[in-house]
């Protein structure tokens, strides 16, 4: 079964909110009173996005990921923060989140980025393998106000 990575249109919304309610749920948030907001503004990015991919397989989604473009001080050129990725539990396993990094990666390259990153939690356990044959972990430690 092959997988297939495209731009989010708009007649994912179903499949899209499937994915995104998972998403939410692995991490034990509720986003439910903006899901319109979001898809709506990953439908129509602005030049920093939010942008979103999706990997479709059989005709159904099975992965998402959502993405966006800042400027930083540590440098001229912008950086793409990869916000969301998530694959449905039962597909899981099939390349579809490294097939996603590289996806967005490769387009934030092409608008000029010099560098893509991305944060999970500590219990991720699977996606951190993932993460640590992809990517390059830091030593930051997160902080919010």
Not at 74 to 84: E, K, S, T, V
Not at 93 to 107: P, R, S, T, W
Not at 121 to 142: M, W
Request: aromatic share 14%.
């Amino acid at each position: 079964m092959s997988i297939k990575i495209r731009p989010l249109i708009e007649e994912d919304f179903d499949d899209w909110l499937r994915l995104w309610r998972g998403y939410q749920a692995f991490y034990g948030a509720d986003l439910e009173s903006d899901e319109k907001r979001l898809f709506a503004a990953l439908l129509n990015p602005q030049e920093d996005g939010p942008f979103a991919l999706v990997v479709e397989q059989d005709d159904r989604l099975i992965a998402l990921t959502h993405y966006l473009l800042h400027k930083t001080s540590w440098g001229a050129a912008p950086r793409c923060y990869l916000n969301d990725l998530f694959t449905d539990p039962d597909a899981r396993g099939n390349g579809a989140g490294e097939a996603l990094i590289h996806a967005v990666a490769k387009d934030a390259k092409e608008r000029g980025v010099d560098q893509t990153y991305w944060l999970t939690q500590d219990f991720n356990t699977t996606a951190r393998k993932l993460y640590d044959r992809v990517g390059e972990l830091t030593p930051f430690i997160k902080y919010k106000y």
